[in-house]
């Protein structure tokens, strides 16, 4: 779980590992994100996890979280995976509260499978799932985008937002709508997006 590399000159670093019995989890694990005042937030497989620095707590609600995405501005920690999606916020004592945005979907909308991406643009927060984006204002639903096929992990470099549908290619999305890709510094259309059809993008996020 934790990691280091000794080093004779320099001192050998203090380090801990966990094991899933430790931290009562899965061995698989997704993703993690370290709060402001320290906190670790951890999701597996089984279940989403917090850890100080001595305790693990499980977070109850959030199961098979993919994602964590910190909204400073907020206070509010927004988390995606299998089958749910939603908010999370934390008490006067520190407990996690969260609320499940996933719970309230209606028709087509319960179909998107998974949370793969969490954007922020503006005041808007944009869930890509595998067969839907979400997209939310002030906690509040405000559409969904229905994929073709299926959509891939979204990137935001030089806050363009792109997103890879498969066998359609790049596409952008502006606002409410999901568009051909295009660039915002120039407001010309990307060439050749269709080439990425049925290629991977891996690209650092900037978020």
Not at 167 to 173: D, E, H, I, R, T
Not at 176 to 192: Q, Y
Not at 195 to 201: D, G, Q, R
Request: aromatic fraction near 14%.
């Amino acid at each position: 779980m934790a990691i280091g590399q000794s080093n004779v000159r320099y001192g050998t670093p203090l380090y801990k590992s966990f094991s899933p019995k430790d931290y009562k989890g899965h061995s698989q694990l997704w993703c993690a994100t370290q709060l402001q005042n320290g906190l670790m937030l951890i999701g597996s497989t089984s279940n989403g996890m917090t850890f100080d620095g001595i305790h693990w707590n499980s977070i109850s609600k959030i199961t098979f979280p993919r994602i964590f995405f910190n909204d400073t501005s907020s206070n509010t920690v927004y988390f995606g995976g299998d089958g749910s999606f939603g908010a999370m916020q934390f008490d006067s004592i520190g407990k996690p509260v969260v609320s499940l945005f996933s719970d309230s979907l209606k028709g087509d909308d319960k179909d998107f499978y998974t949370i793969l991406s969490i954007v922020k643009q503006e005041d808007k927060i944009y869930f890509v799932g595998l067969k839907r984006i979400f997209i939310f204002q002030n906690d509040i639903l405000i559409t969904s985008i229905g994929s073709e096929t299926d959509y891939r992990f979204a990137f935001t470099p030089e806050n363009n937002f792109f997103i890879r549908q498969t066998n359609v290619g790049l596409m952008a999305v502006s606002g409410n709508s999901l568009i051909k890709s295009w660039l915002n510094c120039c407001k010309k259309p990307l060439p050749h997006c269709a080439f990425f059809c049925f290629s991977t993008i891996a690209a650092p996020n900037s978020q």
